[in-house]
């Protein structure tokens, strides 16, 4: 392969905004909720590199064989690799799609194929496209991307803030995290954050039934986080991190406690065992992640007496989306009061009608 950017590429970045900025010469997308994955074509090789350097190609063969379709034959494109259903985009069935036997990767591609969705073009030909303003970029992807084939796409695109937040609104039920906004004279800068993300964020109150140490084994690395559903059984939603070394020490003598015989009676005691765990595949608070491939995901049980408040994105198939961040304890609220009716409930959005803007 010899292109005039090669891999590996480490995509550009988004920082976060409260609002969507209305400034004039800015561009709006929609942020689509999947693998972020940078496409290199040199003729008959074709590469997916992944935004943390881990090549996706051996995961999604289908979209070796579709990008050689709808692709040129020398070529180098930013987008996001994503599952579509009839209720919008499933990232757990995405994840699933990261499995170490070539066997189970090869069904998989036939039962939950996945999509590109195009948003950016880094090179064309012999042309390093990386200095060039992103107007002129999307121009020309815009030319080059056969998104008339079925699973590839050309995010919507929009100069208008008010459509940008209609479609902040209406595509998230569809599974959709936000809106990017890109400047119209952004070079592509690898690594950095000079975009614009504005995402969906609310709070709830969750009960705090274990943690994980941090990677430095100083501190609490994360919250285990729980609601009840409506039989009374709790259920581990996700988790909330992010904390700065001094809160992470603070939290070891706060939760230690709740440590004292938190198994005897914990609902998720069964899955303390090792070999639960290592069986669990991401569906328990020990289970291993196919992402973070050997990373310990073990963890340490809490009696489930204290109450969280986390700030969210959204929901998806029961869990928290990107994980949380702790607003504040509350001893104003029981455990049995944390449930899944306190979430907010976001009707679904057509998908058909988002890929309708793209064909505009």
């Known amino acids: 392969m010899q292109l005039p950017v090669m891999p590996p590429v480490k995509p550009m ?20 909720d999947g693998f972020r994955c940078i496409v290199f074509r040199d003729g008959d090789e074709i590469e997916l590199g992944s935004r943390n350097d ?17 692709l040129p034959p020398r070529c180098v494109v930013d987008g996001e690799v994503v599952v579509v259903t009839e209720h919008g985009l499933d990232f757990d069935t ?14 998989l591609a036939v039962e939950t194929p996945a999509s590109f969705v195009a948003f950016d073009l880094l090179a064309l030909g012999d042309r390093d496209l990386t200095g060039e303003p992103f107007a002129e970029r999307r121009k020309i992807l815009e030319t080059i991307v056969d998104h008339s ?20 609104t209406r595509f998230e039920g569809a599974g959709f995290d936000g809106v990017v906004v890109k400047a119209g004279d952004l070079a592509y800068l690898q690594d950095k954050r000079v975009m614009i993300k504005v995402k969906h964020e609310r709070t709830a109150d969750c009960v705090v039934a274990g943690f994980r140490w941090h990677k430095d084994g100083q501190g609490v690395g994360s919250l285990l986080l729980g609601l009840y559903d409506e039989q009374g059984n709790l259920h581990h939603v996700g988790v909330a991190s992010s904390f700065t070394a001094a809160r992470r020490a603070a939290l070891v003598e706060e939760l230690a406690p709740l440590r004292e015989n938190a198994l005897e009676n914990h609902p998720w005691r069964q899955w303390a065992d090792a070999a ?11 289970g291993v992640s196919r992402w973070t491939g050997t990373k310990d995901l073990s963890w340490e049980a809490l009696r489930p007496e204290l109450v969280a408040e986390v700030r969210y994105e959204h929901v998806m198939a029961g869990r928290l989306r990107h994980g949380g961040r702790l607003v504040r304890f509350r001893d104003d609220r029981t455990p049995a009061s944390c449930t899944y009716a306190q979430l907010e409930q976001v009707a679904p959005a057509e998908l058909a009608d988002i890929f309708a803007e793209a064909r505009k």
């Open 276 to 286: 639960a765990q290592a069986k669990a595949e991401g569906k328990m608070p020990g």
């Open 13 to 32: 970045l988004a920082k976060s905004a409260s609002d969507l900025p209305g400034d004039p010469e800015l561009f709006y997308e929609p942020k689509w």
């Open 94 to 107: 995405l994840q699933n799609r990261l499995h170490p036997a070539a066997s189970r990767v090869n069904k």
């Open 54 to 70: 881990r090549p996706l190609t051996r995961y999604f063969p289908e979209l070796v064989t579709l990008l050689a379709q709808a």
């Open 149 to 168: 084939l079925d699973r590839v796409h050309l995010t919507p695109i929009t100069t208008d803030p008010a459509l940008a937040r209609d479609w902040f």
